[in-house]
Structures are given as C-alpha cells and as structure tokens.
C-alpha cells in the first residue's frame, strides 16, 4: 500500500442546472484509497456530450447535484490501497468513470484501469478512450461492417464521429459523413465523402452517393431523422442510434426521448426486411457481469490505442484547456465549431 500522505485534489463542480459559467472549482484533501482502489493523476481529461447533457439535467442516469463531471481520463497511478499491486504506481492507465474526472486527482476501483503505452501522448489518448471505445464496438462488434462496406456517420467532425470515420477507413470501409461546410475539406483528407448537415434535402444527398443503401447507419441526432437514418439502409443493413441530441434543449423528463426510442428500435426490428437496428449503450452489461464488460472495454481500448501507436489511427485534438479553465473548454466544446476532443489537462 502506498498512502497518499493527504493529495489535495483539484476539482471542477457542476452545482446544478447551469450555463458554463456557473462551474465551480474547489480544493479538498482526497482520503487514502481504499481496498482495491488507487489514487491517479490526471494527466488528461476531456469535454463529452454527456457533460454537456449533465449540465442540463438531461443525461439519463446522471447523478444528482451537485457532483464534479468528467466521462474518461488517462493519468498516473501515485498512490494504492489495500490488496492493490504497489508496482501500479508510476504506471499510466485510462478508465471510464462517466463522472468524476475533472479533477487532478481522482480515487478509482483498480479492476477498472485499462493501460496506457507510453509512448502515446495523454491528449492523444484521452481522445480514444471513450471515443475509441465506442467507435470501435460499434462498428466491430454491433454493426460488424466489413471491408467493401459503406457506412454513413452523421456528425463525422465529432470526437466518436471522426474516430469512428478514421477506423472505417482503416478498415477499408467507404464513409459518407455528414458535417458543415468548414470541415469538408477535413473529411476529404481523411477519406470521407461529405454532406452538409444542414442542407435540408441532406438524406437525398447521401442517396445519391449510395443509392443502393448502405450497409450501417450511426445516428446520435435521434428525433424526427432517425427514420430517415433507417430508410438509408439496404436490406440487411444496421442502424446504430448511440444519442438523442436533437431533444437535448427539449424539457421534460430526461428519460422520455431514450424510453420513446427504444420503442421505435424495437418495432423496426419486427419488419420482415432483413434490416436491425441497435441502441449502443457504452455502460451496456456492465450490471450483469462486470468482469466480462471491463474485459471487452480493455480489448477494445488496446485495439485502438495499437492503431494510435502505430500512425494508423491519429486522435483528433481539437483543443488543450488547463484544468482551472473548464469553462472555456466546455464553452468550445458547445460551439459546435470545432472537430474532433477538447481536452482538459492539469493546471501549471
């Protein structure tokens, strides 16, 4: 066991419904970690959709006010508890710990740390741990896309959309995605044949570059599109919804968009045209075998970070923000102008 010797800790806390302003920073001493836990430095940390939801009150299963936010970070083992293997510390890991990680010092279950090779940069990294993750078992393991394939991306200049495009093509997978006009030329580069997402007839453009269907779909927007995402696919083809960012300024019950949709997944699933729909859940059987979940969270992880150590998956940074400045960086993250992760790293 190796003790903290009192860390203070850092943290961003989001107090309640607020804008991003509203964030709040406090110092506390972290207490030495217990039975099967560590204590990490972050090292990076970033900006996520669900922290954006979280601020709303609108992400489902979020926990209640206040709390300090923070979906994923890659950072340095410094102290362990009990019944931990004190050769950790030094080491550098990732987890996904859905809150909690907009801190420079964080207590985590030592079971959920995936490792970290250290010749890949902590931005670089942060950017593919819950980005990657997802990319990857959506199209590998739900959507099992093959080379020859075609697959739309809808918001391909995103943190999952761009990882996701870049492990398509990798795979030597045809990518139609779909983004503003200033990120064109961006997807042109890494192979993606773009669509702008705001053109109104933009699903008769996707039409045109695939007009006998696609093999998957990858649908965060949710809403009244999703049907229109559905309609795309060819006989035998996937649709992935993973989001509900069209109602995410909606009020109301934060639970009501995901139940509706759920519904509408499973009906489409009865149709007699060889075609599937999925919700990807990253927390998805984690309840009911956790060793199991968190094998195939590692897995994936080292899958992806492989491809980034070897040049062939290059993580998209969109911009570095100090910790004590989380607010700029969650204002960015908002914009919706930039592309690919906003990443957070510790205060000089």
């Given at each position: ?136 078992q959506m199209l590998h393991r739900t959507a099992k896309v093959r080379a020859g394939g075609t697959i739309v991306v809808l918001g391909a200049n995103g ?112 149709l007699p045209n060889g075609k599937s729909a999925h919700f990807y859940n990253l927390w998805g059987g984690k309840r009911r075998c ?59």
């Amino acid at each position: 066991m190796i003790s903290t010797a009192t860390i203070t800790a850092t943290e961003i806390v989001l107090p309640g419904k607020v804008e991003p302003d509203g964030l709040e920073l406090r110092a506390r001493d972290l207490p030495d970690p217990a039975k099967g836990q560590v204590v990490l430095r972050m090292e990076a940390t970033g900006v996520s959709f669900a922290e954006q939801q979280m601020r709303r009150g609108k992400y489902f299963d979020q926990p209640p006010f206040p709390f300090v936010p923070g979906y994923d970070v890659v950072g340095t083992v410094v102290a362990t508890g009990p019944g931990v293997d004190p050769d950790l510390a030094g080491r550098r890991f990732a987890a996904v710990t859905k809150v909690g990680a907009w801190a420079s010092h964080l207590v985590l279950d030592a079971d959920g740390l995936m490792p970290v090779p250290d010749d890949v940069d902590a931005a670089a990294a942060e950017a593919v741990v819950v980005n990657g993750i997802t990319a990857w078992q959506m199209l590998h393991r739900t959507a099992k896309v093959r080379a020859g394939g075609t697959i739309v991306v809808l918001g391909a200049n995103g943190g999952v959309g761009s990882t996701l495009a870049r492990l398509a093509r990798h795979a030597g997978i045809t990518v139609i995605g779909t983004a503003s006009e200033r990120h064109h030329a961006a997807l042109r580069e890494m192979g993606v044949q773009p669509v702008e997402y705001r053109d109104p007839d933009m699903y008769a453009r996707i039409r045109e570059l695939a007009p006998d269907g696609v093999d998957a779909v990858f649908d965060h927007v949710g809403g009244a599109g999703l049907e229109q995402s559905w309609r795309l696919l060819r006989r035998g083809g996937t649709l992935v919804s993973y989001g509900t960012a069209a109602t995410k300024d909606d009020e109301g019950n934060s639970q009501a968009p995901v139940l509706k949709l759920f519904g509408q997944l499973a009906a489409w699933n009865t149709l007699p045209n060889g075609k599937s729909a999925h919700f990807y859940n990253l927390w998805g059987g984690k309840r009911r075998c956790r060793a199991s979940w968190q094998r195939r969270m590692s897995e994936d992880l080292a899958q992806v970070l492989r491809l980034v150590a070897d040049g062939a998956l290059v993580p998209q940074v969109a911009a570095r923000f100090p910790l004590t400045d989380a607010v700029a960086a969650l204002k960015l993250a908002e914009s919706r102008t930039v592309a690919g992760k906003v990443v957070i790293v510790p205060a000089k």
